[in-house]
């Protein structure tokens, strides 16, 4: 029987706490994003748990799945862009300076944290493994589009915007900093070419984004599926256990 542990930890940077759950009882950890405005919770209600459970009860990975903080940051679109990316921050702090030593402490100190998800999921892995590479060294991607502005955003770019827009930062990396990445970091980029696919934007970033890692010589690999496969649950239940076994 799977093991299941349910968690609310301190989240001062969020003024609130954040449910956590926990799925295994050994094996690799996999920091898990739910979709847009999504909860702790999706990755057991949604099938991605049926379809690792294998991989999970075996020992190889276990998955820690983490509350969104969409509806305050990229999803209010009553914010200026700058806005938002400063709400962003505010969780990326959450899960750095809390999430993250739970998680380590939770997994026998372990420090080989993966992160994944999928749609803004997504996104949030590539984000967090391009800006902390020293802490999240994988990322696998499902479904992601990896712009945002392209989110019904308004307002002037600033240096926040900047930070978290990986077509912007990308770009401009170079020098000792991208020898980090191009030793540290490993992306695993996973799209369909199926229905809403298209309309989300997820089929073209993702390409678009695949392209500017082999420009910059990031360690990535791209994975197109068929048209069979759409922006949805069951091509995420099946792409998740395909790929995330593979990390443990």
Excluded at 219 to 236: A, I, K, N, Q, T
Aim: proline share 6%; hydrophobic share 40%; glycine share 10%.
């Amino acid at each position: 029987m799977t093991r299941t542990e349910y968690h609310w930890l301190d989240a001062p940077q969020l003024g609130s706490t954040g449910p956590v759950v926990v799925h295994g009882h050994w094996g690799r950890p996999v920091l898990w994003f739910p979709t847009e405005c999504g909860e702790s919770t999706d990755f057991e209600r949604h099938g991605l748990l049926d379809a690792v459970r294998g991989a999970v009860d075996d020992g190889l990975i276990t998955v820690v799945c983490v509350p969104s903080y969409d509806h305050a940051s990229w999803s209010n679109r009553a914010l200026p862009q700058g806005e938002r990316a400063r709400a962003h921050r505010r969780y990326e702090d959450w899960i750095i300076w809390h999430v993250v030593p739970f998680i380590r402490d939770r997994c026998g100190g372990r420090d080989d944290i993966a992160v994944a998800g999928p749609s803004m999921g997504a996104f949030h892995s590539v984000l967090f493994a391009l800006r902390h590479a020293h802490v999240f060294r994988q990322a696998v991607a499902f479904s992601g589009a990896y712009d945002p502005w392209r989110w019904h955003a308004w307002g002037d770019a600033d240096l926040d915007t900047y930070l978290t827009d990986p077509f912007e930062f990308l770009p401009g990396t170079d020098g000792g900093h991208l020898d980090f990445l191009r030793r540290t970091v490993d992306l695993t980029l996973v799209v369909g070419s199926g229905r809403w696919e298209d309309t989300t934007g997820a089929h073209a970033s993702t390409r678009a984004l695949a392209g500017v890692l082999a420009g910059k010589g990031i360690p990535h690999r791209l994975y197109v599926w068929g048209p069979e496969w759409p922006h949805d649950w069951p091509s995420w239940q099946a792409q998740a256990a395909l790929y995330l076994p593979a990390l443990g």
